[in-house]
């Protein structure tokens, strides 16, 4: 049986309604969307159905009171869509709209004092334009695993209403890409019930899974713009330090490198030039790559999975990296779901992830998303890749967390009891690796008194009689290699 034979046969015995509120916008919506019964894999085009162009304003019409709109993240943001839903909720009075995210780039209008009623933001993962709302109550943040996003969706958890998302041209076969986020983006785009895309030529092409055909689209909108732009801080003498000590300590060559976010992880990949056969298997990948590249040192030829290419779920970083992704085979973005699956990343050789803190207590406890009760950022995927590394086929893993030792005010980062209300991302169960500027504590099997000699001996010296002082008094006992 032809696909459009069963597509037609599906239409006729289950039909899929969606909410009055589409019509008005879709006329064939009910027809189309049956489709996804059949299939909601985003690759193959669908015969007979075709996206409607609208402007950005007619586009976000669909959007209606107590719906939940997802928005495509980091360098992906649609902003144009963004604005347009901003104002659109002003103007038509909306209420009680969710919009669901990982970190997002912009201004994030609909998070703004002005727009609480209207809008209210669901941050998976927090960026800096959610930060204020969040932690003043007109925010939502949900604590996940990256990996574990796509199953919200796939397992209908969590229903998506709309999806509002960005892609790169389409090629003369229809098919266009999720560029430098497929992410958790794909499992939205696979279970939202209606789909915007923001077609912008400066988004670059990507192979992996971020393809999407244009027939999945219910409408599609032109933009034109360059994408956010993330341009690495130049790193601290202490931080150029911190990089250098896991650089020259911790990574061999031939490892699988995953790097997170900040000024630590680039710094590490700017003391890796000397090194061979690194390979990458990231979430995020950034600008720190394409030197690595350049001088011969980045060739994942050692890679299990992905075999000689860079596997990433996002990217961001500025224009140079975007133009080096684009239509380039040497890289594959892929499935959140996949990327930061512990399974896959324990099967490449020499895992090493590397990741940053904000502080660490005297038995391992590693604080990554809060500043006490103030949300920061989120859970991300340090976890999934802190497992992956430690549970290495090869047993050659390292899972690695990285901090300075004190903070800009002076105080330590390595502190007896974390603060009130912080939250603990990393267990002292999973913690491996402590690097500061002074050096590397290694926990891993390490009973508590042990834990807290080792920490104390890489913590600023001006804080180290405190810190001894301070575990005296929780352990009962002097701390001891």
């Given at each position: 049986?032809?696909?459009v ?16 509120q ?33 402007s ?43 919009v ?10 609909y ?15 927090i ?101 956010p ?7 601290t ?7 250098r ?24 990949l ?21 030197d690595?590249?350049?001088?011969g ?21 500025t224009?140079?990296?975007y ?19 512990v ?71 390595i502190?007896?009891?974390?603060k ?28 508590v ?18 810190l001894e ?13």
């Amino acid at each position: 049986m032809s696909a459009v034979s069963i597509c037609k046969t599906v239409s006729r015995v289950v039909k899929f309604r969606l909410p009055a509120q589409y019509s008005s916008v879709s006329l064939n919506a009910q027809n189309r969307r049956s489709f996804h019964l059949y299939s909601p894999e985003p690759f193959h085009p669908i015969p007979d159905k075709s996206p409607t162009w609208m402007s950005a304003e007619e586009a976000v019409r669909v959007v209606r009171s107590d719906m939940r709109v997802y928005v495509h993240g980091a360098a992906a943001t649609p902003i144009t869509l963004v604005e347009a839903l901003s104002e659109h909720g002003l103007s038509s009075s909306l209420s009680n709209v969710e919009v669901m995210h990982i970190h997002t780039e912009g201004p994030g209008t609909y998070a703004k004092p002005e727009y609480e009623g209207i809008f209210r933001s669901n941050s998976l993962f927090i960026g800096a334009n959610c930060r204020e709302a969040v932690n003043s109550g007109r925010g939502d943040f949900t604590p996940i695993f990256l990996s574990e996003i796509p199953l919200l969706f796939r397992r209908k958890l969590i229903e998506l209403d709309v999806a509002m998302i960005s892609v790169s041209s389409p090629d003369k076969h229809g098919f266009c890409t999720l560029g430098p986020s497929v992410d958790c983006t794909r499992a939205a785009v696979q279970n939202a019930r209606y789909i915007v895309g923001l077609v912008n030529p400066h988004m670059p092409r990507t192979f992996g899974d971020g393809m999407i055909h244009m027939s999945h689209f219910d409408a599609m909108v032109k933009g034109d713009y360059p994408l956010p732009e993330l341009k690495a801080a130049t790193p601290t003498d202490i931080e150029n330090e911190i990089g250098r000590v896991i650089a020259d300590n911790l990574v061999e060559d031939g490892a699988t490198l995953q790097t997170g976010i900040g000024s630590i992880p680039h710094a590490v990949l700017n003391a890796l030039w000397s090194h061979r056969d690194l390979g990458i298997h990231s979430e995020m990948i950034s600008d720190g790559i394409i030197d690595l590249i350049e001088h011969g040192s980045l060739t994942n030829a050692q890679k299990v999975i992905h075999t000689g290419k860079i596997v990433g779920g996002f990217a961001m970083g500025t224009r140079k990296l975007y133009e080096f992704m684009d239509d380039n085979p040497f890289i594959v973005m892929c499935d959140i779901a996949f990327v930061n699956d512990v399974s896959l990343i324990s099967q490449n050789p020499r895992v090493t992830a590397i990741n940053s803190c904000i502080e660490v207590d005297l038995t391992g406890q590693v604080v990554s998303d809060s500043i006490g009760t103030r949300m920061y950022s989120g859970v991300g995927g340090q976890v999934d890749f802190m497992r992956g590394a430690a549970l290495s086929n090869d047993g050659l893993g390292k899972p690695i967390l990285a901090l300075p030792s004190t903070t800009k005010r002076g105080e330590s980062k390595i502190v007896p009891f974390i603060k009130e209300g912080a939250g603990v991302v990393t267990t002292r169960a999973h913690v491996h690796y402590i690097v500061t500027e002074y050096g590397i504590a290694f926990l891993f099997g390490k009973n508590v008194r042990q834990r807290a000699h080792a920490l104390i001996e890489i913590a600023h010296p001006d804080h180290r009689e405190h810190l001894e002082e301070a575990a005296f008094k929780r352990l009962k006992c002097m701390p001891s290699p």
